[in-house]
């Protein structure tokens, strides 16, 4: 699921933007970042059925950090959606820690089937 919902993210139309599979402090915005899944499952013993993903979409801190998290937020939840069994759940203001500090974000939730 992770190369599909990269590959997604990486046929988003905007210039610079960066997907990163993987959480951590090295990102260089804009970019969008998958972060750790939720898994749940419906019976015991058996695979998980669903998963809750996080995507955080994260830009410079500027003083146009909220105009383009606007911009951003509807190209990248369209990727999202257009992956098979993906459904964009919320997108909540956040801010991402980088080891220079906090960055403007979303946190977009999504649920994946499995």
Same mark, same amino acid.
């Given at each position: 699921?992770?190369?599909?919902?990269?590959?997604?993210?990486?046929?988003v139309e905007v210039p610079g933007l960066r997907?990163?599979?993987?959480?951590?402090?090295?990102?260089?915005?804009?970019?969008?970042?998958?972060?750790?899944?939720?898994?749940?499952?419906?019976?015991?013993?058996?695979?998980?059925?669903?998963?809750?993903?996080?995507v955080f979409l994260i830009v410079p801190r500027?003083?146009?950090?909220?105009?383009?998290?606007?911009? $951003? $937020?509807?190209?990248?939840?369209?990727?999202?959606?257009?992956?098979?069994?993906?459904v964009v759940v919320t997108a909540s203001p956040?801010?991402?820690?980088?080891?220079?500090?906090?960055?403007?974000?979303?946190?977009?939730?999504?649920?994946?089937?499995?």
């Amino acid at each position: 699921m992770v190369e599909a919902l990269t590959d997604a993210l990486n046929g988003v139309e905007v210039p610079g933007l960066r997907v990163y599979p993987d959480v951590g402090p090295g990102v260089s915005p804009p970019g969008v970042v998958l972060g750790v899944p939720t898994f749940q499952w419906e019976t015991p013993g058996s695979e998980p059925t669903s998963a809750r993903w996080p995507v955080f979409l994260i830009v410079p801190r500027t003083d146009r950090a909220l105009r383009q998290l606007w911009e $951003l $937020l509807l190209p990248v939840t369209a990727a999202l959606d257009g992956v098979v069994d993906v459904v964009v759940v919320t997108a909540s203001p956040s801010a991402y820690p980088t080891s220079g500090g906090e960055l403007p974000a979303y946190e977009i939730q999504i649920e994946v089937s499995l």
